[in-house]
């Protein structure tokens, strides 16, 4: 006689155990799995300006996804929102077209908050800033902005520049107050401002639909950085520490997918402007026709734009806009 540890029936029980045994194992073993294989979630607050340009490409293009990203936009009424959301731990970082100074208010509040790895540069050339007037308005330079009342896009950065620019420029007593872009063409149309400082799209919806007109262009690269050549990094892509440190791979994925939305502005810039759609006022054929901002990665950094980028920051400091010096140079992200 078999004893139980012989029999066939026996046998076929072990064996019985040890494949439940073997699936449990498997079972236990593929959340794990899982877990390790699934990208987090990159929450980007952007601005709805034309510089966000490389962002809604990326979006839109697939670039993020075939990176294996999970990259969810998130729209904001200004960049100090975005600035915001990164500090309460909404956001993981910014599009280009978020301001730079509004980031580091950030930094300053939460010093090491983020590192940013694009700017979008702006001169007379790579038009963003702009004054612009009702299209019948008699105003055509910007000393006679003098006395006027003045629209400017929300946000400290927004209102710090415009006041600068209008004293340097001669326009004395000139009233200043924030209104969102979306609203600046408009307001012009009612009456309610006599000019707007403002950001691409504005000034061409205004100009494409014969309502306004810019007066000058480029003009914080003139009347702040002293050149309106000069490189105005007013805006800048950004990750927040916090994420980068977390999740460093994917960092890196992500600022090499982001990078080939800018490779596209840069290289088929016609291609490139339909991505506006759904992300900015501007729609149809109005694409064709808005400047474009540059944009220069953080490896594409030379001392001079350092320098120029600090320059701006200082502005901020002598203004008493920030409580101390902050220092470009240890924001930009490093590889």
């Given at each position: 006689?078999?004893?139980?540890?012989?029999?066939?029936?026996?046998?076929?029980?072990?064996?019985?155990?040890?494949?439940?045994?073997?699936?449990?194992?498997?079972?236990l073993a593929a959340p794990a799995i899982v877990r390790a294989q699934a990208a987090p979630k990159i929450r980007i607050g952007f601005w709805p300006v034309a510089a966000g340009l490389p962002f809604f490409a990326a979006v839109d293009r697939g670039y993020f996804k075939e990176a294996g990203l999970d990259v969810e936009p998130l729209k904001f009424a200004g960049a100090q929102q975005v600035m915001e959301g990164m500090l309460a731990g909404r956001?993981?970082?910014?599009?280009?077209?978020?301001?730079?100074?509004?980031?580091?208010?950030?930094?300053?509040?939460?010093?090491?908050?983020?590192?940013?790895?694009?700017?979008?540069?702006?001169?007379?050339?790579?038009?963003?800033?702009?004054?612009?007037?009702?299209?019948?308005?008699?105003?055509?330079?910007?000393?006679?902005?003098?006395?006027?009342?003045?629209?400017?896009?929300?946000?400290?950065?927004?209102?710090?520049?415009?006041?600068?620019?209008?004293?340097?420029?001669?326009?004395?007593?000139?009233?200043?107050?924030?209104?969102?872009?979306?609203?600046?063409?408009?307001?012009?149309?009612?009456?309610?401002?006599?000019?707007?400082?403002?950001?691409?799209?504005?000034?061409?919806?205004?100009?494409?639909?014969?309502?306004?007109?810019?007066?000058?262009?480029?003009?914080?690269?003139?009347?702040?950085?002293?050149?309106?050549?000069?490189?105005?990094?007013?805006?800048?892509?950004?990750?927040?520490?916090?994420?980068?440190?977390?999740?460093?791979?994917?960092?890196?994925?992500?600022?090499?997918?982001?990078?080939?939305?800018?490779?596209?502005?840069?290289?088929?810039?016609?291609?490139?402007?339909?991505?506006?759609?759904?992300?900015?006022?501007?729609?149809?054929?109005?694409?064709?026709?808005?400047?474009?901002?540059?944009?220069?990665?953080?490896?594409?950094?030379?001392?001079?734009?350092?320098?120029?980028?600090?320059?701006?920051?200082?502005?901020?400091?002598?203004?008493?806009?920030?409580?101390?010096?902050?220092?470009?140079?240890?924001?930009?992200?490093?590889?």
């Amino acid at each position: 006689m078999s004893t139980p540890e012989k029999s066939p029936a026996a046998a076929a029980s072990r064996r019985q155990l040890l494949q439940a045994g073997a699936a449990g194992l498997a079972v236990l073993a593929a959340p794990a799995i899982v877990r390790a294989q699934a990208a987090p979630k990159i929450r980007i607050g952007f601005w709805p300006v034309a510089a966000g340009l490389p962002f809604f490409a990326a979006v839109d293009r697939g670039y993020f996804k075939e990176a294996g990203l999970d990259v969810e936009p998130l729209k904001f009424a200004g960049a100090q929102q975005v600035m915001e959301g990164m500090l309460a731990g909404r956001c993981d970082g910014s599009s280009n077209g978020t301001g730079s100074a509004n980031l580091a208010i950030g930094e300053i509040a939460q010093p090491g908050l983020f590192k940013i790895f694009c700017t979008n540069p702006s001169n007379a050339r790579f038009v963003l800033d702009e004054f612009i007037v009702a299209k019948d308005s008699p105003i055509k330079t910007m000393a006679e902005l003098a006395g006027k009342k003045i629209a400017s896009g929300p946000g400290i950065q927004n209102v710090t520049l415009c006041k600068t620019m209008l004293e340097r420029a001669g326009a004395k007593g000139a009233t200043v107050s924030e209104l969102p872009i979306g609203q600046h063409v408009a307001a012009l149309v009612a009456g309610q401002v006599d000019a707007c400082y403002t950001l691409e799209p504005t000034g061409t919806v205004g100009r494409m639909n014969g309502t306004t007109r810019v007066i000058e262009a480029g003009v914080v690269a003139k009347y702040i950085l002293g050149d309106p050549m000069a490189p105005w990094h007013g805006g800048a892509a950004s990750l927040t520490s916090e994420f980068i440190k977390k999740n460093p791979e994917v960092a890196k994925k992500y600022i090499a997918a982001y990078a080939r939305g800018v490779e596209l502005v840069r290289s088929k810039p016609d291609d490139a402007r339909q991505h506006m759609k759904g992300y900015t006022a501007i729609e149809g054929s109005l694409t064709a026709e808005v400047p474009l901002a540059s944009y220069m990665l953080y490896n594409e950094f030379k001392p001079s734009d350092v320098a120029y980028f600090q320059k701006f920051y200082d502005l901020f400091t002598e203004k008493g806009i920030f409580e101390k010096k902050v220092l470009v140079d240890g924001l930009l992200y490093k590889a």
